[in-house]
């Protein structure tokens, strides 16, 4: 008897810790004494660089956490610096805020994102971004250093833009003439001519791919790279003619890009090498044509 009631005691006694624990946590819960989310602004503003994909700016600032009940022990508000890079074409808008260590090229990160943007966020006010990659916190505007620029730092941004970086327009996909969708070619090595169609005011880059032939009752197995050398290029408004030497049996494939940031590629066009082969009738047929003398 006297060992079920000491067990009953111990039992309650930690009935008590539990709940009393778990009151205490809701009650700082409830009552929001955390430090919440990190805020930041900025001081300092300037444009690095410039390109007709990219522009570059720096920041300079502070970002902390502030308590107005002032109960929990928050990190104290420290001196940054900030990295935003806006890509023209795809529309991204990539920030890095971190901390330098001393004189050193290490730095302590604070926040890194990417963001899909309708227009520049740093040159105009109230830009609808989504995040695409990196943490965030609820109830913040990315990018950071954007979303607290002020009305100045803006127009100072905006006068320091350089006039020659026109904003270059994406150049469509390439099309591919030569070789024809499901060419056969049943020579060993083969001379694959290659034409293509694109954009006049860039070059072209090639692709290749390949695979063997399958055999019966087998996976058709998965096309792979081959780094091969087209010859003899040609460009003639906009109409680029070459020609690859393969003298590997397969299926083969290849698509073409205009040597532009992010440019598109163009569709796969799919062909064959072989090498002849002749039934055993019709070879006997040639071997017994005599030549003429």
């Given at each position: 008897m006297m060992r079920n009631l000491w067990l009953n005691t111990v039992m309650a006694i930690l009935v008590c810790l539990v709940l009393g624990?778990?009151?205490?946590?809701?009650?700082?819960?409830?009552?929001?004494?955390?430090?919440?989310?990190?805020?930041?602004?900025?001081?300092?503003?300037?444009?690095?660089?410039?390109?007709?994909?990219k522009i570059v700016y720096d920041f300079e600032g502070s970002c902390g956490y502030w308590n107005a009940s002032?109960?929990?022990?928050?990190?104290?508000?420290?001196?940054?610096?900030?990295?935003?890079?806006?890509?023209?074409?795809?529309?991204?808008?990539?920030?890095?805020?971190?901390?330098?260590?001393?004189?050193?090229?290490?730095?302590?990160?604070?926040?890194?994102t990417s963001s899909n943007c309708t227009e520049n966020p740093w040159l105009k006010a109230g830009?609808?971004?989504?995040?695409?990659?990196?943490?965030?916190e609820p109830g913040v505007s990315y990018p950071r250093s954007a979303a607290v620029l002020s009305s100045a730092q803006?127009?100072?941004?905006?006068?320091?833009?350089?006039?020659?970086?026109?904003?270059?327009?994406?150049?469509?996909?390439?099309?591919?003439?030569?070789?024809?969708?499901?060419?056969?070619?049943?020579?060993v090595p083969a001379n694959v001519k290659i034409q293509?169609?694109?954009d006049p005011n860039y070059g072209v880059n090639f692709e290749f791919q390949w695979k063997?032939?399958?055999?019966?009752?087998?996976?058709?197995?998965?096309?792979?790279?081959?780094?091969?050398?087209?010859?003899?290029?040609?460009?003639t408004y906009g109409v680029t003619s070459a020609a690859v030497k393969i003298d590997t049996k397969g299926f083969w494939r290849i698509r073409s890009q205009s040597v532009f940031p992010g440019a598109p590629w163009s569709a796969w066009t799919v062909f064959t090498v072989d090498a002849l082969t002749l039934s055993?009738?019709?070879?006997?047929?040639?071997?017994s044509v005599k030549p003429l003398n």
């Open positions: 624990a778990t009151g205490f946590a809701a009650t700082l819960d409830t009552q929001g004494e955390g430090c919440g989310n990190m805020s930041c602004s900025v001081k300092s503003v300037a444009l690095k660089s410039a390109t007709p994909e002032s109960v929990a022990a928050c990190p104290p508000t420290v001196q940054v610096k900030a990295t935003g890079e806006w890509f023209k074409n795809s529309k991204v808008a990539h920030e890095k805020i971190f901390k330098p260590i001393a004189n050193t090229s290490s730095v302590i990160l604070y926040s890194e830009v609808a971004c989504n995040v695409v990659s990196g943490n965030t803006r127009q100072y941004l905006a006068s320091t833009q350089p006039p020659s970086s026109p904003l270059l327009p994406t150049p469509q996909a390439p099309v591919i003439v030569l070789p024809t969708v499901n060419q056969k070619f049943v020579v293509v169609k694109h063997p032939f399958s055999k019966p009752n087998t996976p058709s197995g998965f096309f792979v790279t081959k780094k091969l050398t087209p010859t003899d290029l040609k460009t055993p009738a019709f070879k006997k047929q040639i071997d």
